[in-house]
């Protein structure tokens, strides 16, 4: 049973709209969220996180929203740029962080 | 080294051998983890190290995966009788202390093991 669901396999967005990655997880107790980035043959890279005290965190063009009464978060790019394509993992946990699957963002120019 | 290192990168090998996978972490940090990513799989958590010890081993798929870390640096994740359902790339990752509200988990580019 997936504790953590990225239920979007991929997204496609134009260069400069915004990119939504959005997240689900089934478990009241994690109390940290974070967003990776991968890029292929690399390792995960960290991007943005947010506790659970808090229902946004905005860093440069990346803001991350919690609804922890929906038990849903979400990625927000704004502007898009091709240099965004990657898989984007989210991950939630205490102390050993439980991923998602994945989403695909392509970015076209 | 700056950053996680993990060796080797690409590894193919016959069912039923055994593997060893290494780790080295950046230094200072005391946290360890192993991930590993199936083909169209998200990271799933095998095991974590705080310093030599490890509080949660839930994550190893059965009794053929171990891992051991010595000196609170280098850790090794082993596993024995290969099967093709073993085919993946193993991530490892540290942070400076375990439990993540003090920070994020820097990641390694991962050893692809590929069982034949």
């Known amino acids: 049973d997936q504790q953590v669901k990225q239920n979007s396999p991929s997204l496609s967005v134009q260069e400069g709209r915004i990119s939504i990655l959005n997240c689900d997880y089934t478990?009241?107790?994690?109390?940290?969220f974070l967003w990776y980035k991968k890029y292929p043959a690399e390792g995960p890279t960290f991007l943005i996180s947010?506790?659970?005290?808090?229902d946004k965190n905005e860093d440069g063009r990346f803001t991350v929203f919690l609804n922890k009464s929906a038990k849903h978060l979400s990625l927000h790019i704004v502007p898009s740029q091709p240099g965004d394509s990657a898989v984007y993992f989210c991950?939630?946990?205490?102390?050993?962080?439980?991923f998602g699957k994945g989403t695909t963002l392509s970015v076209s120019s | 080294g700056a950053g996680v290192s993990q060796s080797p990168s690409n590894k193919v090998t016959e069912k039923g051998k055994d593997v060893e996978l290494r780790c080295d972490p950046i230094?200072?940090?005391?946290?360890l983890y192993w991930y590993r990513q199936s083909l169209g799989q998200g990271l799933e958590f095998l095991i974590y190290?705080?310093?030599?010890?490890?509080?949660?081993k839930s994550g190893l798929p059965s009794d053929r995966f171990s891992a051991e870390r010595t000196g609170g640096s280098v850790s090794t994740l082993t596993i024995q009788r290969t099967q093709q359902e073993d085919s993946a790339v193993y991530l490892c990752a540290s942070s400076l202390v375990a439990g993540l509200n003090t920070g994020e988990l820097f990641f390694g580019e991962g050893s692809r093991l590929t069982v034949l």
């Open positions: 230094s200072g940090h005391t946290a």
């Open positions: 947010i506790s659970s005290i808090k």
């Open positions: 190290f705080q310093g030599n010890s490890a509080p949660d």
């Open positions: 478990n009241s107790m994690f109390d940290y």
């Open positions: 991950a939630a946990g205490g102390t050993a962080l439980i």
